[in-house]
């Protein structure tokens, strides 16, 4: 398995100031980490969070992407576009943006193979609600959202990351337990394998209230391959933790 990937999904927080000071104490305090890392900023600061992070070893992403090419697409920002500004990852998929955005499994493929096609790593969140989880239907859901991915992009599926998170677990405070994660990822990582023969080159992450205190529990699971962190990425020193919590 590669090296582990810490991604912070900064949400709509921060502004010219705060990014800068975040990224600061970021660098200050990273070392040469054992992990890949990436932060996706609101997609306004690409230019910005470009340039804090040259040379470093922090890479970036946004939060998300536009499903066409290029035209009359009034607010969207295509795949190549954000990769003029050195994205490498884009998170699609999201379970906000499928909730607030009404963003379907067909829009999150397209999304992902516009992504794939300009040579950006789409990191493709997958997850159930509490009601879904109660009513026993999980592994279907997740199953249904990645199949969608995996049937748009083929062969290129070994390129992608996944993440999973529940949405009763994201910014609720309420982890999945590494044993409930853990479960589900190697549910996914079967579903995976089914479709190419490089499945273990496939990261899946987990994210939902991961946290200094808990990552490297989960971090440690088999199949959980890295962490995708909302509130704690905001933290200079919850975030350091978490890295430094990724080993291989
Ligand atoms: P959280 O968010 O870490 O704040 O729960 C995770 C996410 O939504 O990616």
Redesign the pocket.
Known sequence: MSRKLIVG?W?MNGNLASNDALVRELLGGIGQPACDVAVCPPGIYVAQLQSLLAGSPIDLGVQNVSMNENGAYTGDVSAEMLKDYGVRYAIVG?S?RRQHQAENDVHVALKAKRALAAGITPIVCVGETLRERESGMTEFIVKRQLSAVIHLNGHCISEIVVAY?PVW????GQTATPEQAQSVHAVLRAQIKAATEKADRVRILY????NAANAAELLSQPDIDGG?????SLKSADFLKIIAAARA
């Open positions: 999904n949400k999201h906000e998170e677990a994201i910014g609720t994210g939902g209230s991961m995708l962190i909302g509130g704690a």
